[in-house]
Structures are given as C-alpha cells and as structure tokens.
C-alpha cells in the first residue's frame, strides 16, 4: 500500500523558534498533500491543503504567516510553523492523496508531536 | 455542509465479542467517497476502507466487515471476533470536491474510542 513518511516524528523547541516538519510520500506521487492539527481526544482538523508547484489554501482561521508550506515536489511537502507558541504544542499529521483512476484515498503520515516550552 | 456524525464516542468489548461502530453522512454531493481509517495509540492513522457513492455493496475484509446503506445515509464498520489489538480509535471520514473537481477534502467525524479488554 501508499506509505507516507514525516520528519520528525517530535521535537520539543522553545517558544519563539520555528520548526518544519517534513511529509514525502514514499512511492507514489502526490500532486495534493494535506495538513492537519489533532489535540488530544480530538478529531483531525484540516489546516491546509498542499498542491505541487502553487500556494496552498488555507482553511478559515488558519494563519498563513504563521503555518508556511511548500509544495516543490511530487513527493515532499513541508510546514514550517513560525515563531512557535506554546499554543501551537499539538499533533501534527499530514496526508498524501493518491489518485488511481477516478479513485482517490488519503494516506497518512505517522504523525508529528510538537512541544513548544 | 458536509458532516459526519459517530454517535458512539467510547466502546469497550470483551475479547471475542463482535461491535460495530456507527457513521452517519450528510452531504448534497451525488458523488462522495466514504472511508474508515484506525487511529492506534502510536497516532499514525491507518486506511481501512474506501467507498464510493455508487457501488453500495457490502464489504468484507477477513474480521472487518462494512455496511453502506445510502438510504440511511450510513456507513457502519463491523469487527467480528474483536481482538485486543483492534484497541484503537476509529474514525469515518467523508470526501467532497471542491467547485473545481479537484482537491478532495475529507471531513471527518469525532471518533469513537473501541477498547478491547482480554
């Protein structure tokens, strides 16, 4: 099956720092990737949606200048979170989305566990 | 909108015992895929299962069995033979297209917390 890699898979960082987190689909391409945030007990909730070679769009409420990702392979997507805050500690998974015919599936990355102190 | 709604937010089982999970959709798309996907402790989600709106055939997966029935607007998930290791949460997701075709965007449900106790 698809299988999507993240880097890293945590990373405690003081506040004021920026942290980027790597997403690579390992063997297929993905024209599409996507980013969420889960807080604990919670579901996923979108952040943005990558695409190969354009700026991504960003869902409502979510700071562009604040999450940067870029899109410049078929294959890897980052997010870099900026200046982090405590309130940006979260559980980081991005998704690439693979398209088989007319058939398309997410497949998810292991996850990213962000500590800002 | 689109939405998906997993009344159950726990669920605890003995092994062995069979448990399926409800989901239910919302959406005015005619064109839609449905997925499960298991979240273990670890956080990485895992794939089961993808749908599309048209072929509403049951499916069986060895202990995984899913029943879409359109007409409920339902996609309930099955584990016969529950096992500890199915301890995990489970979540049903939705995708919708956006105006131009492209882009699926999942929207998920809350979840539900299945814990297998030997």
């Known amino acids: 099956g698809a299988v999507v890699s993240q880097h890293p898979s945590w990373v405690i960082c003081k506040s004021g720092t920026s942290v980027k987190i790597e997403c690579r689909s390992l063997d297929f391409q993905a024209t599409t990737m996507f980013w969420y945030r889960q807080f604990p007990k919670q579901s996923l909730m979108l952040m943005a949606t990558s695409n190969e070679g354009s700026k991504a769009t960003y869902e409502q409420g979510v700071e562009k200048d604040k999450f940067l990702i870029n899109h410049a392979s078929l294959t890897l997507s980052t997010l870099t979170v900026t200046s982090a805050h405590p309130e940006d500690s979260s559980f980081y998974i991005c998704s690439a989305r693979e398209l088989l015919g007319l058939a398309e599936t997410q497949y998810f990355g292991p996850g990213t566990r962000l500590l800002v102190l | 909108a689109q939405k998906v709604t997993q009344a159950q937010t726990e669920i605890s089982v003995v092994e062995k015992e069979d448990v399926t999970l409800d989901c239910v959709y919302e959406t005015r798309d005619t064109t839609y895929y449905l997925f499960w996907y298991k979240q273990p402790p670890s956080g990485e989600l895992v794939f089961l299962i993808r749908r599309n709106s048209f072929d509403e055939q049951n499916e069986i997966s060895g202990r995984y069995s899913w029943n879409f029935q359109k007409s409920t607007s339902s996609f309930n998930f099955t584990i016969t033979a529950s096992q500890v290791v199915d301890s995990a949460v489970y979540f049903c997701?939705?995708?919708?297209?956006?105006?131009?075709?492209?882009?699926?965007?999942?929207?998920f449900g809350k979840g539900t917390l299945l814990t297998v106790n030997p």
């Open positions: 997701a939705l995708s919708e297209a956006n105006s131009g075709g492209s882009n699926y965007k999942l929207t």
